[in-house]
């Protein structure tokens, strides 16, 4: 069969695993539904990304009136579209049964496969950094108005997405300074048609940044601080080598898979190594080398998905210069492979939700928002409109409720600057925590709170052992009623129980769960749960 025809197949068996393999999760993943929250407020940036990613959560939520279809078949859109690009990419470099191969073998890269099921930015890049990249491609060697003003679009997309995506940007900009080719776009104007339309995109989002003082730089300077400073040879060796270790375990099948086409090949077929076409080194190698480097001299610490839009183009890359010819037995035995690795990551998904106790994959969302409204309405005979502090928590009853309470997260206004605190107060708020602490800096972000009441909230998989996980919540009296529940209170209703028959079922098994009837009850510590 022609490639195009075997990646159009390859893609919808894809499409079709990955949207199913979750499925056995009680819920969907916290990022998932964090940006499904962020969306609804249709911000121009969140307290920790800008706001593209949240915007696409909550279209597609409208569109398919279903959270956890929503967010599975839009991470699996996302990845598509990363597959379509990279294989386009690869056929300017490669012949076609080559650039097939390129591709599908990311399928043994968990950020294409297994982590693909959450939902986030990272998901969101596998799309727009990969579209960004064929862009910059063909805009330079086609030009054209329209082909720079796409490319302004993607590298808006790129940066909305996500603000370290702008590391492909610069490297972008390295291939524009540092190569023949790229200098001569400086003297052609739609390389400043490119940079206008992308500047005039972010503007929305860049006045946001500055009217609320940059406040997600905030969040992303706590992600690589630690509260004791390691040594210099940690920080500045130690850490960016495990990074770089991080992407080839990431990338682990993947490279298993280049090393068995090189193999079973032969040694006719393999003809010398071919130096890399500067392109492919600026776009598919040194976004990925910047990131190291900014660790290594910087002395930060990188989160491993950190990698994940920047190891797209590496089987292109590595193809290209392994110089193999692919026929049509290798390609077969290439295509095989590829459908090999879908079934073991898809079979690894599967049986660490079954298998493996989880706080979160195995967390019974619906019931658990169900009986937190129940809670609620019993306590004032009001609807529940806002929800505030633990981002898992909060969102959960967002996602999962029909009334759709809006979330103040971690309890703090400048996280969540849509918020009327004093429309907040008036109606008062469900309050939630996994931990003591937590909920104390709550407590002294907003008046009022009450003490909390401590849940142990018993959860398991299906095969897995039991978890315990604690739940400390309160209620936020709304104005002109009582003090709210707290662990104190004499008349706590007997309603959270964590002996859940019902949270540990697949999607779909819990019917009517804002029904009080059918959520179970909830026992509080004080009755000695």
Known sequence: SHPTVILAVFLAVHFAVWVLAPMVRPNIPMDSVEAIVWGSEWSFGTNKHPFLGGWLAEISYGVFQNPDLSVYILSQLCVLLGFIY????????????????GTLFLEGTIYYSACSIEYNVNVLSLAVVPMMVYCFYTAMEKDGFGRWCTLGVLMAAALMAKYTNGIVLIAMGLYLIGTKHGRGQFKKPGLYVAGTVCLAACLPH???????DFYPFVYLTSRTALDTPPSFFISHFVWPVKFAAAQLVAMALTLGALLFLYVKAGAHKRPEFKKLPPFLFFTGILPLIIWILISAVAGIKLKSMWGFAFVSLIPVCMLYMMNLTVNEHLKKAGVWLAYAMMAVMAAACIGTSLCHTSGRANFPGRVFAAQMKTLWQEKYQTPLKYTGGDIWFTSLLYVYLQDKPRVLIQMNPLAAPWIDMDDLQKHGAVVMADNMEEYRAFQSRVAGVPDPTIVPYRIKSKFGKEKTVMIHYGFLPPKGVGGGLSASSEKLPE??????????????AVRDTENPQTAPAIKTQKEGV
């Open 495 to 508: 309603k959270l129980s964590p002996e859940n028959k019902q949270a540990n079922k697949p999607i779909g």
């Open 206 to 212: 860049i006045w946001w940044l500055v009217r609320h």
């Open 86 to 101: 990279i294989y386009k990419t690869g056929r300017l470099f490669l012949p076609t049964s080559a650039a097939l191969l």
